[in-house]
């Protein structure tokens, strides 16, 4: 009897174009159950940790809906044959599936949609090896970037990976997505050093490089990945660090000039040796009395060497930050993930492998942007004015220049890299829910105050920063010509070819989100 349900399953996988049901969904979990066993944890809503099991991996407040009456169940894969399983039963069954490692997207793809749905939860597949005669690690996507960095950090002191500043992200996606951090002036982005990957496929077949093909390979690295498949693991190459390295931030309001500071800053930091990332960070602070705000920058640096190295370089180059020794901290690259992490100096590194059972109460919305040519002061002065009118607003300006300006745009799918001076965040947060079109509506003035004085034709936009302002599809729709619009913003003259290989792989369009990648021509 089992293997005739077995060759039942495998025809219905063959069926097309499944639409989502009642039926289907009442479907789903026997088949899930069948393939995976009843050790296998599966959450719906008639469990009593499904609420918990949804919030502890959901960040921003304002996209978590754990009474979403489409989300089926949460699935938390503990082995890569559940994730098959997965896969397979959703096809058959014609429900859409929703990937999440650490949860950290702005938008809440990766858990929400319009359309019946269950939830891949990466985070039990966190294993991480270090082969450091090799420099090389295999990291698993639910691993987070804290974990990862301190299992570097225990094979050795002069070994690093380039990515991000946040411990808490998920790997999964943030390598995927193109993976953004203090070394990429020097080292460039996580996808630069992705030498391999296992993904399953859209049959539940497992790849790596060798059996997926060089055009699927190209393809995961700056996508985000989850058009094409369910990434599994990565395979990094590892970069070489000094035992010393020197971090500092220091801040500067507007009443202390810091609008001629920044305006200099935009015409160094992208020429800096490549050793020093320099960014800078305006954002809200408390002004002279208590009742009024004003604009204070915060200037972060991470120098691969010296503190006295680096105050000779910022000497010569940005006098105007007036930096001193005092400023300065010499610690070993662990110690600076921390620093960057937002944690005082001396904090234990092990603070990098917590995971918060419950993400904090908040509610956010970010935009990204990418500047070719310095804004002008006055420019500048519109931009802080309109951030007063926020109650808590914050921008990342994030240096490029150094070795970003010798990797093709086309290497791989992430195309943001020559020309640019800087990366521009924007990040607003609030705490009450009744403020939430009062901060949408403001942010969406900052990027209109911005427009003159970022990219054009298309205005670019960084995929980890996901912004459904830029372009969207239903849940359970795909407009090709609406795609268009979010794919060039987001991948640029690489988008065609990402399409090309999203026919070749999943031409039933069967791996689909909102800002999901297409197939040029849908089945």
Known sequence: MKEV???????????????????????????????????????????????STYLSYTKNKRCSNPNNNNLIAIIAAKHESHVQATLVCAKINGIQIRIRSGGHDYEGLSYISSV????LDMNNLRSIT??????????????????????ISEASKTLAFPAGTCPTVGAGGHIAGGGFGNLIRKYGLTVDHVVDAKLVDVDGNILDRSSMGEDLFWAIRGSGGASFGVILSWKLNLVEVPETLTVFKVNKSLEQGVTDVLYKWQHVSSKLPRELFLSASPGITKGAKSSEKTIAVTFSAMFLGSAKNLIAILDENLPELGIKREDCN?????????????????????????????????????KSDYVKKPIPKEGMDKIFKT???????????????????????????????????????????????????????????????????VSSNPREAFLNYRDMDVGRNPSGETSVEEAKIYGTKYFLGNFEKLMDVKAKYDPYNFFRYEQSIPPLRIM
């Open 330 to 366: 010499e610690m070993s690259w662990i110690d600076t993930v921390t620093f960057w992490a937002g944690f005082s100096v001396g904090t234990p590194t092990s603070v990098l492998l917590e995971r918060p059972l419950v993400p904090p109460g908040t509610f956010f919305k970010s």
């Open 116 to 119: 019946p749905f269950v939830i």
């Open 387 to 453: 951030m007063l009118q926020f109650n808590d607003v914050w921008m990342d300006w994030s240096p490029y220049g150094g070795v970003m300006e010798e990797i093709p745009a086309n290497a791989t799918a992430f195309p943001h890299r020559k020309g640019n001076l800087y990366k521009v965040q924007y990040f607003a947060t609030w705490t009450d829910a009744d403020a939430t079109d009062a901060n949408l509506g403001l942010m969406k003035e900052l990027y209109e105050v911005a427009e003159p004085y």
């Open 130 to 151: 270090v082969d450091v005669s090799n420099k090389k690690a295999w990291v698993e996507a639910g691993a987070t970037l804290g974990e990862l960095y301190t299992k």
């Open 5 to 51: 349900f077995v060759s039942i399953l495998v025809l219905l996988v063959l069926v097309s174009d499944a639409k989502a049901t009642n039926s289907n969904a009442e479907t789903f979990l026997p088949c899930l159950r069948f393939r995976t066993g009843p050790e296998h944890p599966i959450y719906t809503p008639d469990n009593s940790t499904f609420v």
